[in-house]
């Protein structure tokens, strides 16, 4: 496939509508164009150019500067693991190396199947489960050369596509983590937390103190709109 689907276009119309200036939209253009392919393809940016009023080099600049956008194509899985310093100092180096002795290819590379693509990726952000992966983009904590082996035979035989949809899909569910203070370990691949209720805004709180009914450290989303966003501003007397 190459430009965007009738429907797809629709879509990126609508989100064209959200934005002042339609090439404010150019990000989450790209995103709906792997999200269909897989990658971006050339006559996808060169689609998106035109509905946003950008040239196909300019649209390729900017695909070309984001590490989550892949302008040739990838494997039906994108495992990307970690080797920041949070996950190299747990063995992410040694996990990396049993990665390529696994799969038979060297980061950047896609098994021959082309099932699997391997990625050397800076910090996933999920550093309190060091060493980590992801695959497209759904996170795996606390992974030894055991648990990948077993990642990977379950996403060969197709075990886990309901928890990793193809790449390019990107996550429509509120992410949560297990942050080790709450004593709660990191769910599997990154889909819907059932246990998920979300919490009222906070009237007043400490800054940086998390929302009313939102155990500490379990869902970091609702951590980020605390009045500790408001606390940048200083005690200060509003002007
Ligand atoms: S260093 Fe690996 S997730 Fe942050």
Redesign the pocket.
Known sequence: MARLTPHNEQRARDLIAVYPHPRSALIPLLHLLQEQDGHLTADGMEHVGELVGLEAAEVRGTASFYDMFHTEPVGKYLVAV???????LQG?YELLEHAEERLGVAPGGTTPDGLFTLED???????G????LTVNWRFFGDVDRERFDEIIRRLAAGELDGEVPPHGTLARVRRTVGVPAAGVSVHGAGGPDPEYVPAPPAESAEPGAPADGVADGVDLETHATTPAVASLDGPGEPS
Do not use: M, R
């Not at 990726?121 to 550093?127: G, K, N, S, T, W």
């Not at 489960?129 to 980590?132: L, M, S, V, W």
């Open positions: 970690c080797t920041n310093i949070a996950c190299l992410a990726a800076e910090c996933l952000a999920l550093c489960n060091a060493p980590c």
